[in-house]
């Protein structure tokens, strides 16, 4: 196996290159005797570095290529799953998916599989993963600064690359690599009342700053420390780009258009049809999918091998686009939304733009408030008004008479971004994130800060 792409800057990466995927998958798909068959390759390589109490606890690297063999018999389809890639072994992994594709029921929505793409030029950028020792000096800058401020840091460091392919028997055949990393580090207080949080994301290691993410962290926990309760309620609150990016990525689930067209989401107009072209949020919120913003060195695929394009799906508060997959396309009469199948499409990344306010002037213009550095454990409520609850977490502060006061007990909310996004008072720049609650393994979230009104915390929370 080779790597992608210019030669690592640090551990050499060994995924599938074009040529070798291609190989491989016309080694399936000669060896199928399935009237069509098509194969999905995933060639994957992680590392990553564990660190707690100050110290590295843990640090490991692995790589696998898997195939997935999908056999169809009319409308009658079956997978099956492998990394042995020997001849022999594709040969019956393809025999057994067919084999098991003429005893399942017939699948009425089955779109046919799709002929030659055409696909973009491959990027140039590097594929690099952090070797072991470049890991632990990242991981060392954060513990050493804690421990100067005799606090306690703990932290993960994961490294991605990776290679996919999809091919069919129609001749179909589309290739993506990408690489990413996160840094991502908690500190606390000894006595276990303050807790700070902070995130570097990237596409290389070289993008990660580990001593910004440091002060970070360290200042949250110093700041943190011995909150205090105030009353549940409805706060003006400050979003800091993390947890905006918690919340906001949540609009994605009801952006199918088969839910909203049968009435089923928050995108399903009253009365029939859905919300297409009406207004549903404040008038500078944008939201779009841009292949520009992914770590792919394409612009991707979705999983039937369309390419991906940009997609806005809020403009200027309206609601611009809903995802079509094929069947559902073909069905209501319209061209399917060339960004994927999952949430937003499916799509990789996210970005919401943004505005000029910096959390500072946010924060001097607020007479009483909140400040959130991020959610956690967040679950659905009313997917029919999007509706989530959820806890702060890693640094909850009070704002009056626009400065941060004092360190607050964390909270449970039950909010809708539909709803905050109505409610919106201010924009900073859209910055990249980590958000915990991510659109999809090795994609891209660009999320602003934001100032809103009326944000509803339920409850006290004693975690930190």
Do not use: H
């Amino acid at each position: 196996m080779s790597a992608m792409g210019p030669r690592s800057l640090y551990a050499p990466v060994n995924v599938l290159s074009r040529a070798e995927a291609q190989e491989l998958a016309q080694r399936v798909l000669r060896n199928s005797p399935a009237e069509e068959t098509r194969v999905s390759i995933s060639s994957a390589a992680r590392a990553d570095t564990r660190f707690a109490l100050n110290q590295v606890t843990t640090s490991g690297e692995n790589q696998d290529t898997q195939i997935t063999i999908t056999a169809y018999a009319g409308n009658r389809a079956a997978s099956v799953n492998t990394n042995r890639l020997d001849e022999a072994s594709l040969a019956a992994a393809a025999r057994q998916a067919y084999e098991i594709a003429k005893l399942v029921p017939e699948n009425p929505e089955r779109m046919p599989e799709l002929g030659p793409q055409a696909y973009p030029p491959m990027r140039e950028r590097a594929m690099s993963m952090p070797s072991p020792t470049e890991r632990a000096a990242a991981a060392k800058i954060v513990t050493e600064l804690a421990r100067a401020n005799e606090l306690v840091a703990t932290g993960f460091i994961e490294s991605r690359a990776g290679a996919t392919a999809l091919a069919n028997s129609k001749g179909l055949f589309a290739y993506d690599a990408s690489a990413s990393v996160t840094m991502t580090a908690t500190v606390r207080s000894p006595d276990g009342t303050g807790s700070g949080w902070a995130c570097s994301d990237g596409n290389s290691f070289a993008d990660l700053d580990p001593t910004t993410l440091a002060a970070t962290a360290v200042q949250k926990a110093k700041d943190s420390r011995n909150p205090v309760a105030i009353e549940p309620g409805r706060y003006t609150t400050i979003l800091e780009p993390t947890a905006t990016g918690n919340l906001v990525q949540l609009i994605a689930n009801a952006t199918q258009a088969r839910a909203a067209d049968e009435g089923r989401s928050f995108f399903s107009r009253p009365g029939g049809g859905n919300k297409i072209g009406l207004k549903v949020v404040d008038e500078r919120v944008t939201l779009l999918s841009d292949p520009a913003d992914s770590p792919s060195l394409t612009s991707g695929y979705d999983n039937d091998g369309v390419p991906l394009e940009k997609v806005v799906w809020i403009e200027n508060g309206v609601v611009k686009n809903l995802n079509y997959d094929r069947f559902w396309a073909q069905k209501q009469g319209v061209q399917p939304t060339r960004a994927g199948g999952g949430g937003f499409g499916g799509a990789r990344t996210l970005r919401m733009m943004g505005g000029n306010t910096s959390i500072a002037d946010m924060i001097r213009s607020t007479e009483r408030g909140v400040l959130v550095t991020r959610f956690w454990y967040i679950r659905s409520v009313d997917p029919r008004t999007i509706l989530f609850t959820g806890l702060t977490r890693d640094g909850t502060f009070l704002v009056e008479n626009g400065k941060v006061t004092r360190s607050i007990k964390n909270f449970r909310f039950n909010e809708s971004p539909i709803f905050f996004l109505n409610n919106l008072e201010a924009l900073g720049p859209t910055v990249r994130i980590n958000a915990s609650e991510s659109l999809s393994a090795g994609g891209s979230v660009w999320m602003p800060p934001i100032k809103v009104r009326d944000f509803t915390f339920s409850s006290l929370s004693d975690a930190v």
